[in-house]
């Protein structure tokens, strides 16, 4: 009964989402800008790599080059295994096998709404901000918010984050810079800095008004700088408490505002690779930790105050270990000179070593008739439809 009670207020609490219309119409047209981006990537990394690259529909790729062939779908690539990617996915399952190999994890607790009391004493043990997220099923900063101070915004960032897992984290929120180390094949690749989304006043408009102003350049753009929109959520509410203002103030000319904690939704302007920065403790201890857990393609989150420093109790340490880390990272940055061809380099891996690739010889797409499918397959399938 518990367990169908926790269901039922998850779809209670997602339905809030679902109710979003507006909302709901922006993410359709950054899910189309995200799949250009990436049909574009990939058609460069082909020709980089003198493969063919031919769309198969339904958001896959196909990628062929002397009789292999491999599949990708934005920036998930075919290296590892599906319960791998399921693990990782995982953050409390992350937490446990970083700890039990040695390394610091955040102070955090496991908890569901049906004993938020356990959340709450947690809460109320720590004497700086905390972060509330899901367990499970998501990425991209979806359901997490941080910067938490009060009871109040405990339960409210506890709901959001329960429409998407009834599995739920608290931590204590760490100091510093928010980093993506990237790694293939257990090697350090690259490694990108990034900074928090921010707004740049007019003297005229409000915060909200700046933040739709923003969301429209992103999608209007003659260069792709975002893959996501600026959303006025519970982690930039709380933002906006902490400096005193509301969406509907309005910021002085050329004021530099920084709308929220969380990175996920910033821009390429706010990303700067600083892969010669990383101290070389850290880098040795990321290779170890991905390849200890048997996984090719991974991007390591890590905060800390100094990146040029080793991680430990004083600087930070890793927070997050991402299965299909997001390409766009390392090519979306401030400075075009300095974007790493990530792309490249995992296709010349994957058909120079064979590993991730079909041996299926040089055969055409087929010709899917959509009328012909099962109606509700297609019903499923058709939001990530080309």
């Not at 709901?159 to 180390?181: C, H, K, M, N, P």
């Not at 990237?182 to 007019?202: E, H, K, T």
């Not at 923003?214 to 982690?235: T, W």
Request: hydrophobic share 40%.
């Amino acid at each position: 009964m518990r367990l169908v009670t926790e269901q039922i207020k998850r779809l209670a609490y997602r339905s809030q989402f679902y109710l979003d219309v507006p909302g709901l119409v922006q993410l359709m047209k950054f899910k189309q800008l995200r799949q250009d981006f990436y049909r574009e990537l990939w058609q460069q990394a082909a020709t980089a790599v003198e493969a063919e690259y031919a769309d198969w529909g339904f958001g896959f790729a196909r990628i062929s080059k002397g009789g292999w062939s491999t599949f990708v779908k934005h920036g998930s690539v075919m290296l590892d295994d599906h319960l791998s990617l399921d693990i990782a996915g995982n953050k409390l399952m992350v937490y446990h096998l970083m700890a039990e190999l040695g390394y610091r994890v955040p102070k955090h607790r496991h908890f569901q709404m049906a004993d938020f009391g356990s959340c709450e004493t947690f809460f109320d043990g720590c004497s700086s901000p905390v972060v509330v997220k899901p367990a499970s099923g998501t990425g991209g900063g979806r359901g997490v918010t941080t910067g938490i101070t009060t009871r109040s915004d405990l339960r409210k960032a506890a709901r959001l984050a329960a429409s998407f897992d009834t599995d739920l984290i608290v931590e204590e929120q760490l100091q510093g810079g928010s980093f993506r180390l990237l790694y293939f094949n257990g090697q350090f690749v690259d490694a990108v800095r990034r900074d928090p989304p921010v707004i740049i006043g007019d003297g005229k408009r409000t915060i909200r008004q700046l933040v739709s102003q923003e969301n429209k350049r992103r999608l209007k753009g003659d260069s792709f700088v975002a893959l996501s929109p600026l959303k006025i959520d519970r982690d930039c509410q709380n933002k906006l408490r902490e400096d005193g203002v509301t969406v509907r103030s309005c910021l002085e000319l050329d004021r530099i505002f920084e709308l929220k904690q969380a990175v996920n939704e910033n821009c390429s302007l706010r990303n700067h690779n600083v892969t010669n920065e990383v101290h070389p403790d850290t880098i040795s201890s990321g290779a170890q930790l991905v390849n200890k857990l048997g996984i090719k393609f991974a991007g390591l989150d890590v905060m800390c105050r100094d990146i040029s420093n080793p991680l430990g109790q004083e600087n930070g340490l890793i927070t997050e270990i991402n299965t299909t880390p997001g390409i766009h990272h390392h090519y979306l940055v401030s400075d075009k000179t300095k974007k790493c061809p990530v792309a490249e380099l995992v296709l010349d891996y994957m058909f120079s070593a064979h590993q991730g690739v079909m041996h299926l010889g040089d055969v055409a797409p087929p010709e899917l008739n959509k009328a012909q499918l099962p109606k509700a397959q297609f019903t499923k399938s058709a939001g990530i439809a080309a």
